[in-house]
């Protein structure tokens, strides 16, 4: 699997690791767990975008 293949779909497992995070926090009035859900989404975003740049660059 390509380089840039990689990075998206481990971006789309974090964003959606977080996404439950964010939620469940919620739920349970966790605001840590909140948190941690929000940045873990945010992170998969960004690595999503470093596997768009990669294949672009061709790598």
Known sequence: MK????DK???K?????GKIKETVGNVVGNKDLEAEGKGENFEGKVQEKVGDAKKVAGK
């Open 3 to 6: 380089s840039s293949t990689k």
């Open 9 to 11: 779909a481990k971006g």
């Open 13 to 17: 497992m974090h964003q959606v690791k």
